[in-house]
Structures are given as C-alpha cells and as structure tokens.
C-alpha cells in the first residue's frame, strides 16, 4: 500500500523505452525525411551533394534560417512568438555594415558582439512589453516588427551596404571553411548545442517549458515568470543579432530589405521540428532539423524540377503535415491515458 | 524605457547628422544664386539649373557634374538645387525659385510625374525651357524628355555581351526581379527574340525570379547552378540580381566558367569585375546622360528644338534628334574592368 507511487516507474526495458522514444521522436521523422531528400536529389544531381561547392552549400545555406530558429524555439516554448526577428535581422545586417564603413579596422569579433548586443536590446524591448505590458506577444511583436522595418528604412534609406565596403577577411568568413565545415556553419551549430544544452539541463531552461505548458500553475508554483519570459525574448532577438552578421558576411549586401518576411520561415521551421505552438514542448534540435529541412527543400525542388512557383505551396503543406502530425499524435496519447485510467 | 528613449534618441542623433552631411552638400554645389540677373537677351549665356531627385545621390551627382562641365563649355551659367529627400513635391518650391530668378532652362528628373506638373508648367510661362532626364514627368508639363534607353536597346546589349562572353553558343538562363515585373517581362520577351532570330546556338534553359530581394537573387543563383551543370552563362536584368549572382558566383566553382551579365551598377558591381567574376555588364551612363540633357536645354534656349523636333550639336557625343518631345541617348553604356574606375554611383 505505501508503496504505491502515484506514478510507476516504467515496466519497460531502459533500452526498449529509449529506442520506442526516439523511434515516435518528431526529430528523427524529420531527419528522416531530410535525409530521402537529399539522397534523391543526389540521385538526380550528384553535385548536389558531392561537388565541393554542393557539399558547402548544403552547409551553409541553413545557418542562417537554424540561428534564427533556434531563438524562436525558445520563445515558442514559453507559449510567445517573437516576430520581430525579421527586422532585427536586417537592423543588425545594417548595423554591421556601417561598422565597417564608419570605423574600418575593427576587429571581427567585436562586430560580431555588437551585432549580438543590439539584437539583445531590441528583444529586451519586446520581453519588457509582454512581460509586463500583459499583452499578447503575437500582437507586441508585430508591432515592434514594423517599428524595427521603420527606423531601419530612415536610417539606411536608400543607401545600401556594398560588398566593396566590407573588409576581405569578414566576406570571406562568408564561405571560409575549417576542416571542409564552413565557418558559419560551425557558428550556427556552437549556438545550437549551446542552447539546446541550457534548455535540456539547466533549471531556468526547464523551467521555461513549465512557464509553456501552463503559465497560471508557474506562477502559483512560484517560477519567476516575467523574468524567464525577458530572458526568452532577450536569447531570441541576441540571436536574431547574430543572424545580421551572418547575413552581412554570406550574402555581402544589405539594403532596407534585408531579412523581410524571413521571421513566418523562423516560425515555420520550428513547427516542423515538432515545436508546439502553444508552447510547452519541442526542442531546438527539432526546430534546427526543421530549418534545415525547409532551407534544403527551397534548395532541391529546382533541381527535382518543380518550378519556383510550387515551391512554396510545397513548404505549407509540409507545415501543415506536421501539425496534423501533432494533432494525430496527441489523440493517440490522450487514448492510451484514458484506457490506462480505465483499467 | 530608459533604454528604449536612448534609442530613440541615437536614432534622432543619427539622423539629423545624415541630415547635417546631405545639407551639407547642396551648400557646396548648389549656391544661393540669388544674385544672378536674368542675363537680358544674350542667348548664349542664360541659367541653366539642374535639379536633381535628391542631393547627395551619387548618381546624380555624376550627371550633374557632366552637365556642369557641358554648360561651362558652351558659356552658360550653371546652378545645381535640390531637395534633401525624393519625396514627390519636394522639387517645387525649387522650380518656383528657379522660374522667379529668370533662369534660361530647368533639367529636372522628376520624383512624380504629376506631383511637380503644375509648378513646370508656371514656370514655362514665364519662358523657361524644361528638360527632363532618367525619370520623365507627363508629356504635356515638358519640353524635352532624355530617354537613357530603350526597351529594344537594354534587350539587345544584354543579349549580345552573353554571347560575346560565351563564344555566341551554349545554355544560358535568367535571373529576374519579380514574376510580375512589367518592365523586366518585357525586356525577357525582347530578348527571347532576339535570342532566337539572331543566336540560334544560345538556348535559354529557365527564368528564375529573385524578386529583388538579395537573399532570394542570391540563392535562387545557386539553384540555378545546381540544377543546370552544364549552364554557360546567366543575364540579370536586375541590379539587385546581378550583384547577388555575382557574390554567389565569386565563391562557388563556377567561377570563370559561368559568365554573367546584365543590368547593374558600378559600385554594387566593382568588386566582381576587379576579382574577375563578371567581365562587362551594362547601364546607361548618367555622365553622358547630364551632357545630353545640358545641350538639349541650350537647344531650346536657342531655338534649334522647338514644339519637340529638331536636331543639336551634343559637344563630344555628336549630333542629336529630338522627336515627338524625346531625345534617345543611345546605345546602353557598357561597365569592364578598364572603365569601372571611373564612375562613383
């Protein structure tokens, strides 16, 4: 009798019950399913994956999408959404590029930490509005999205950063590799297992998905949930940052168009990778696989020969897929607790 | 929102310095030219003031330095005025100004075709001839319009430096600006064919569209690549999509073997022609453009051009013909290596 736990321990075999996990794993369907793409664009076009210049792109083109992805995952599973990283991204790009023109000489990193610091305080805008403002992030972000598009368009104007106007060795961190990985790539991956690593482990990250899953039982538990919420928006829009700089070095060019619209794709991505939408669940791992699956597609479907036009038809029915995924999941889970109640 | 004013105020900072450096400029180009008399009836010697979209714009200031240099030469008096921002009615109160000075011509690129309509028309009652060039306002508020290019002119110079950079056979593709781009859905249709009456060994293989946005021109090129090994060359009438496809092509194995051309700037594109990516791609030179427009106003002033025709001596660019209220500057200017260093735009 006193042994009776109000939840049993698993009857399962340890192994049985981590390779059941992985197998129903949202991440691994999706690796899956990005690793058939590759494989049959391969088939169609070997230099897809085995010309020196296929092998780095298909590196190199995601880093952008997954840096950005990865911000939003956090901020999606406290159950916000931060959409202002779009015009973060091309404020940052921007900032970048000026840095250069108004101050040649400057030391890379230290463009690469002023890009980081700027995004920073433009989500600790954004974490200060819907922490405290107890407005829907939904609504806060858009705002901010077209105040942040606003001030970027007075400031550049029509003006535009040149490839000519930024010093050889940032370009050429663009497509440097170290060990055939392209620079930016390993970036992007370093950010990735650093956060996901903080998400999985440490107390402030696990509590983030407690604040998801149920923000009234946080806060009756006792989290600090304004704070976690800051630090969430704070983590996105560093990151957002980041993703400025990048661009700056990859594509070579910012003008008051830079990363427009690209925030729906950060989205995108993470519902992919199995985050959920109303917060909670999901890991950055599946949201980078997401925007790698998403940045591969846009990048294979030419190749398949399916015209421009369809492509993107191709990435909604991918994120639809995914949420009836979810959705077709989640009955089938709440089934088996009610049969298990049952018995 | 301590932080949040800080912002704001470094945004304010920021631009009111950008205010500060443009006004700056107009000081030194512009002038007042309050002093100047109307010049009585010595033809030769009038006021010639060019008005540009906006001081300050690079491209602008090489037409209207060309243009200086040209009404020097034929002993006018040459004034530069503008406004700070191409907003639509900025340039009238600077139109007022010039047709209460008395000044002989006004050259105007217009930053609406209506908005300034009214003021142009004051001002040619009051007997000042009106030029303009690169953006045209309604026919009936001009005298003369310098047209850079024509449509058939930028199908044709495109067309022939691909196939002159890929010996005139092979796979070609395009790299557009958006699906629904009128002007760049006409320039395709005229180089289709061109492509098919005049290169019969040049096929075109896709028309991909970037929509004018860096990031998409930039990797719209790379599936391009992909998905054609066997491409030969690619034009971009774009000059968003020629600079991403040349940043794309300058670090990619295609470099050398792929040729690109198309429509673009000096600035966005010196980078790719001084390390070898793009060999030559074209634009109209707004040098040759200020000239133009400079001699078309003297033109009028002296009564070689009237109700739209007539022919004028262009000082260095040779003999022009104005017809129906339009005079064609020629051929698109071409951009390589040995003239790139010449022009800031």
Known sequence: ?343 | MKLHNRRVAALAALVLSAGLSLSACGGDDGGSGSDNSSGGGDSASGTYVFLPKNLGNPYFDTSDNAGKAAVEAFGGTYQEVGPDQASPDAQVPFINTAAQQGASALVVSANDPEAICDALNEARDADVKVVTFDSDTNADCRDLFINQATAEGIAKVQVDMIAEQIGDEGDIAILSAAANATNQNAWIDLMKEDLAANHPNITLVDTVYGDDDDQKSFDQTAALLQANPDLKGIISPTTVGIAAAARYLSTSDAKGKVALTGLGTPNQMREYVEDGTVTEFALWNPADLGTLAAYAAKALVDGDVTDGSGSFEAGDLGEFTAEDGVVLLGEPFKFNADNIGDFDF
């Open chain 1, 1 to 343: 009798m006193s042994t009776d736990l109000l939840v049993q321990p698993s009857a399962t075999s340890p192994t049985r019950r981590v390779l059941g996990g992985l197998l129903r794993s949202r991440e691994i369907a999706v690796f899956t399913v990005l690793v058939a793409l590759i494989l049959v664009t391969t088939v169609k076009n070997d230099g897809f994956l085995f010309s020196s210049t296929g092998f780095r792109d298909l590196l190199l083109t995601p880093c952008l999408l997954l840096i950005l992805a990865t911000g939003q995952t956090v901020v999606i599973i406290t159950r916000n959404v931060d959409l202002s990283v779009g015009s973060t991204l091309g404020l940052s790009a921007y900032l970048t590029g000026r840095l250069f023109v108004d101050h040649p000489g400057l030391p890379i990193p230290v463009v690469f930490l002023a890009g980081m610091a700027f995004g920073a305080v433009l989500g600790l805008v954004n974490g200060v509005l819907v922490a405290w403002g107890k407005v829907p992030a939904l609504v806060i972000t858009l705002g901010t999205l077209y105040i942040y598009r606003g001030a970027f368009l007075t400031w550049a104007g029509s003006d535009r950063i040149n490839a000519s106007d930024l010093p050889r060795g940032f370009s050429r961190l663009g497509t440097q590799q170290l060990l055939g990985v392209p620079v930016l790539t390993i970036i992007a991956l370093v950010v990735l297992a650093v956060v996901g690593y903080f998400l999985w482990t440490a107390r402030a990250g696990r509590e983030l998905y407690a604040i998801g899953s149920d923000p009234d039982a946080a806060t009756l538990y006792g989290l600090r949930v304004s704070r976690r919420v800051l630090l969430a928006f704070v983590v996105s829009g560093a990151l957002a940052g980041l993703a400025g700089v990048v661009y700056a070095a990859r594509y070579g060019t910012v003008s008051s168009g830079a990363g427009y619209g690209i925030e729906l794709q950060a989205v995108g991505a993470a519902v992919i990778g199995g985050v959920a939408i109303f917060g909670g669940s999901g890991t950055v791992w599946g949201a980078a696989i997401g925007a790698f699956l998403l940045v591969t597609i846009n990048r294979a479907l030419p190749i398949l020969g399916i015209s421009d036009f369809w492509q993107q038809a191709v990435v909604g029915a991918l994120i639809l897929a995914a949420v009836a995924l979810d959705r077709l999941l989640t009955l089938r889970q709440e089934r088996k607790l009610v049969e298990a109640n049952d018995r």
